[in-house]
């Protein structure tokens, strides 16, 4: 079975559980507190370490995560390292989270830019983005300088680069297999 099966099945659920005792938003904000965990090194190897054993991987994790977490969070964290999926946890938190923000009617979006784009700009850009797909928008924003110019617009499964860097590959390409000479005849 491949990972993001394994991260998708224990992800959904822990969501219809969450949904079910109405108690989603502070499992969303469990799972964003151990996603923010798992990102430390340390944590890291001892999701991925084979050496140590369930129990004493479970025990680190339960001083690690604290008593904070809702009884399900914790409860799913433990069957998933009593049967060995632990390094898993990180994944199953994304899943996770974006179930939550699709439940509550959120598209999470990405604009890559050459350069840092003003607010004013980036609000037009989500209120665009909200109109044409009719749902809340959640817009990050990431520089490249990579791209030269232009845009990488990534909503949803919908992918449009308007990118300089992408439009000089295009153009090269054209220019090596003889296409864009032929247009000029």
Same mark, same amino acid.
């Given at each position: 079975?491949?990972?993001?099966?394994?991260?998708?099945?224990?992800?959904?659920?822990?969501?219809?559980?969450?949904?079910?005792?109405?108690?989603?938003?502070?499992?969303?904000?469990?799972?964003?507190?151990?996603?923010?965990?798992?990102?430390?090194?340390?944590?890291?190897?001892? /999701?991925?370490?084979?050496?140590?054993?369930?129990?004493?991987?479970?025990?680190?994790?339960?001083?690690?995560?604290?008593?904070?977490?809702?009884?399900?969070?914790?409860?799913?964290?433990?069957?998933?390292?009593?049967?060995?999926?632990?390094?898993?946890?990180?994944?199953?938190?994304?899943?996770?989270?974006?179930?939550?923000?699709?439940?509550?009617?959120?598209?999470?979006?990405?604009?890559?830019?050459?350069?840092?784009?003003?607010?004013? /700009?980036?609000?037009?850009?989500?209120?665009?983005?909200?109109?044409?797909?009719?749902?809340?928008?959640?817009?990050?924003?990431?520089?490249?300088?990579?791209?030269?110019?232009?845009?990488?617009?990534?909503?949803?499964?919908?992918?449009?680069?308007?990118?300089?860097?992408?439009?000089?590959?295009?153009?090269?390409?054209?220019?090596?297999?003889?296409?864009? /000479?032929?247009?000029?005849?």
């Amino acid at each position: 079975m491949n990972e993001s099966r394994i991260s998708v099945r224990y992800a959904r659920a822990l969501f219809q559980s969450a949904v079910e005792k109405n108690i989603l938003d502070k499992v969303n904000q469990d799972m964003t507190s151990v996603l923010e965990i798992c990102n430390i090194p340390e944590i890291r190897e001892l /999701l991925k370490n084979p050496v140590i054993v369930p129990s004493r991987k479970a025990e680190i994790l339960r001083k690690v995560f604290g008593t904070d977490l809702q009884k399900i969070t914790s409860s799913t964290i433990d069957i998933m390292v009593k049967n060995s999926r632990e390094r898993y946890i990180p994944a199953v938190a994304r899943v996770l989270r974006h179930e939550t923000k699709k439940y509550n009617g959120i598209t999470e979006s990405q604009l890559i830019t050459a350069v840092k784009v003003d607010d004013k /700009l980036m609000k037009q850009i989500a209120d665009l983005i909200s109109l044409v797909f009719k749902t809340k928008v959640e817009l990050r924003e990431t520089v490249d300088p990579d791209i030269i110019g232009g845009f990488i617009l990534k909503v949803e499964d919908h992918y449009l680069d308007a990118s300089v860097k992408t439009k000089l590959r295009k153009i090269k390409k054209e220019l090596q297999t003889g296409e864009g /000479l032929k247009s000029w005849k």
